[in-house]
């Protein structure tokens, strides 16, 4: 069965420093997702991206973060000066719809990232 | 502000027996509610998908229940087995928007 793969596992970053984080959604999903889980807490919405476009942004995805669909296969989100805050689990998804529609979302299973 | 509030926050049970969590939504306007099962360390995995005509769906010994009129639904796991020891989530989605909404979770645990 078809997944969705991230890289690295874990990343360890020095505070101020640039992170990206690597993402291979399922190869004929539309839908491209992003979100953060802090340890211990739930999982919060980042970012959706379709057709080559942010659709929806949460308030806690800032001007520090982008995303970028570079190659038709890859999905990568980028924080440019990392924050102690930032460190958390990290989590890309994929779907054949959106949000709004019955298609389950597949979840890759997660970039952890420590901010030193 | 869209909210997803589970309930219990944790519960232990016996390898075997049955067990019901609880969510409640604010979510409007609604346009589905999902629970997902995420075992520790790896990303969530969906269990069912209900939109606001369905009451009832199953996944093997899961059965989600959902009244759309009180904002509420129940995940149901029959015959616990030691592998079903994990968070359980429950997300609902809005129709004017593409993000999902995520509870809190429950935290279950199979013991022998």
């Known amino acids: 069965e078809p997944e969705v793969t991230q890289t690295p596992s874990h990343q360890v970053t020095q505070m101020g420093q640039e992170v990206i984080l690597r993402c291979v959604p399922i190869?004929?999903?539309?839908?491209f997702y992003w979100y953060r889980q802090i340890l211990g807490q739930k999982v919060e919405f980042l970012v959706s991206?379709?057709?080559?476009?942010?659709?929806?942004k949460s308030e806690i995805f800032d001007d520090q973060f982008s995303v970028e669909r570079p190659d038709g296969s890859n999905f990568t989100l980028k924080i440019r000066s990392t924050k102690l805050e930032d460190s958390a689990m990290y989590f890309c998804?994929?779907?054949?719809?959106?949000?709004?529609?019955?298609?389950?979302?597949?979840f890759g299973d997660g970039t952890r990232l420590s901010i030193l | 502000k869209n909210q997803v509030e589970q309930s219990p926050q944790s519960l232990i049970i016996l390898e075997g027996k049955n067990c019901t969590l609880q969510?409640?939504?604010?979510?409007?306007?609604?346009?589905?509610l999902r629970w997902y099962k995420q075992d520790t360390g790896r990303g969530p995995v969906s269990l069912t998908i209900m939109t606001f005509s369905e009451n009832t769906k199953s996944n093997g010994r899961y059965t989600a229940t959902l009244d759309a009129d009180t904002k509420q639904s129940s995940l149901h796991i029959t015959a616990s087995q030691l592998s079903d020891s994990a968070s359980y989530i429950c997300v609902v989605s809005a129709s004017d928007d593409y993000k999902l909404s995520f509870g809190a979770g429950t935290t279950v645990t199979v013991r022998a």
């Open positions: 969510c409640n939504y604010t979510v409007s306007p609604f346009s589905n």
């Open positions: 998804a994929s779907g054949q719809g959106s949000g709004r529609g019955n298609q389950p979302q597949h």
């Open positions: 190869s004929n999903h539309l839908y």
């Open positions: 991206f379709y057709n080559n476009e942010i659709s929806e």
